[in-house]
């Protein structure tokens, strides 16, 4: 599974944005699609925080407690494609969103979770 993330870039707080990221490969391999991220100075994988996940299937979706109420994620089937948008952005959710892929049949929650991580795009939020 190879994941390609977008839409990253410069944001004043308030604004909103969106990320996409698009799966290709065995689609077996992602049963559930989500989002981490790390904050500048936290880049061990260990330090990743969840931010929201969502089932390729059914579009069952689940949210961290730090972005609940401005995120909102959603799935392209047509296009492989899942997206995440966030709205009243705040100075810290600045970090390097990851895209990530697992096939267990559970939402994405936990670092241990994804079988695939993406490469990072990055969000700055300035205040």
């Known amino acids: 599974v190879q994941l390609q993330a977008s839409g990253g870039g410069l944001a004043s707080a308030g604004d909103s944005l969106r990320l996409s990221c698009t799966a290709s490969g065995d689609s077996s391999k992602w049963n559930n699609l989500g989002w981490f991220r790390r904050a500048p100075g936290s880049q061990q994988f260990y330090q990743s925080k969840?931010?929201?996940?969502?089932?390729?299937?059914?579009?069952?979706?689940i949210y961290a407690d730090a972005v609940k109420g401005r995120a909102t994620i959603s799935r392209d089937n047509a296009a492989n494609t899942v997206h995440l948008r966030m709205s009243n952005l705040k100075p810290e959710d600045t970090a390097v969103y990851y895209c990530?892929?697992?096939?267990?049949?559970?939402?994405?929650?936990?670092?241990?979770?994804?079988?695939?991580w993406g490469q990072g795009t990055l969000v700055t939020v300035s205040s």
């Open positions: 969840f931010v929201a996940s969502i089932n390729w299937g059914s579009g069952d979706t």
């Open positions: 990530v892929a697992s096939s267990r049949s559970h939402l994405i929650s936990t670092i241990y979770d994804p079988d695939t």
